[in-house]
């Protein structure tokens, strides 16, 4: 199974913002829903955001408003833009299919919010 990779994470101050890329399998497939999720130290693996063309995007309560998501067709990637960034959001970010496919997670990219 082709896993998705993710890149773009970093350590940033509160305020802060990080744009991640995603690619994989199926990325560009528009009927395909491809979300973000993250996983705090000791939390559970969670939805953030979603995309699926033809309808809105989904946004989770704790980023709604302050993360983005996108397909950009020049790079065949699943963005999200991260602005405002706070010490919350340190995570390992992951995309993967929406309803998720467990043999497709990918290692991840971390990102720390600094206080």
């Known amino acids: 199974q082709v896993q998705f990779v993710e890149s773009g994470g970093g350590l940033v101050p509160a305020g802060g913002s990080l744009r991640l890329s995603c690619t994989g399998p199926?990325?560009?497939?528009?009927?395909?829903?491809i979300g973000w999720f993250r996983q705090a130290p000791g939390g559970q693996r969670a939805l953030v955001a979603s995309v699926l063309s033809f309808t809105a995007p989904y946004y989770s309560d704790a980023v709604k408003g302050r993360f983005t998501i996108s397909r950009d067709t020049s790079k065949n990637t699943v963005d999200l833009q991260m602005n405002f960034l706070q010490p919350q959001d340190t995570a390992v970010y992951y995309c993967?299919?929406?309803?998720?496919?467990?043999?497709?997670w990918g290692k991840g990219t971390q990102v720390t919010v600094s206080s």
């Open positions: 993967n299919n929406v309803p998720a496919q467990t043999n497709s």
């Open positions: 199926g990325i560009m497939n528009r009927m395909r829903s």
